[in-house]
């Protein structure tokens, strides 16, 4: 059978990015991180993509979007573009977490991953972050949530457990973990469509999508900020 082609979309901080998947080998991608470039780049980096990989946009056979936590302009932008695209070529649209996508980076890169458990960071506002905590399997040990950093984030996890930060918002915890010889930091980690394409095709492959007409992506609005989770889950 043939490898199903896909297109990841990630809008949701200031990188713009799309990506080309055939099955599981990457054909493309482009990026842009120039500050409000989201709008008015990424139709023209998708159909250029897509020519030069030799394609047209009638041969996709599912979009990805990031679909947050993040910028909500951004978040809006990726999600409007990639209904737009299911609805006019009748296929189907996947959602990808953006903090599960960079956790994915970073494990990819990991020698042992197992050993690690993975924290991305998004900067939110002063000392807030969205994050969550995910083993090597992205499993979740603390759940997505907006987290106001304190000197006792993660204290309880990070005495049993070596921690890997990454992620625009894990500079504002080096204050705060400095000393503590089990929290690791990652620099350099942004959101990317192409993790974001290779977990994608997991869920094509089981068949997971989103309601085209009623998907709407994880703003995590500020109602639900909350303080650092102490569970060691």
Do not use: W
């Not at 709008?39 to 993509?49: G, P």
């Not at 990808?96 to 980076?105: P, R």
């Amino acid at each position: 059978m043939e490898s199903p082609l896909l297109l990841a979309l990630e809008t949701s901080t200031t990188v713009c990015s799309v990506a080309l998947y055939q099955g599981e080998h990457l054909l493309g991608s482009s990026e842009l991180r120039i500050e409000k470039s989201h709008s008015s780049h990424i139709t023209v980096m998708m159909e250029q993509l897509v020519n030069n990989c030799g394609f047209k946009m009638d041969d996709l056979k599912a979009v990805a979007v990031s679909g947050g936590p993040g910028s909500y302009t951004g978040l809006r932008i990726g999600t409007s573009t990639a209904k737009g695209l299911c609805y006019a070529l009748n296929i189907p649209l996947i959602e990808v977490s953006t903090l599960y996508s960079m956790a994915a980076q970073v494990i990819n890169y990991t020698a042992n991953p197992e050993r690690f458990l993975f924290c991305p960071m998004l900067d939110a506002r002063r000392m807030e972050v969205y994050t969550c905590v995910l083993s090597h399997t992205l499993e979740e040990v603390m759940p997505i949530a907006p987290v106001i950093l304190t000197e006792d984030s993660l204290h309880e996890l990070l005495q049993n457990n070596q921690v890997i930060f990454f992620g625009s918002g894990a500079e504002k915890f080096k204050t705060f973990a400095k000393n503590n010889v089990n929290a690791l930091f990652v620099d350099g980690v942004v959101p990317s469509a192409i993790p974001v394409g290779k977990l994608a095709l997991r869920k094509y492959e089981k068949q997971i999508f989103e309601d085209v007409a009623y998907y709407e992506p994880f703003y995590l609005k500020d109602v639900y900020i909350t303080s650092a989770s102490k569970s060691t889950n």
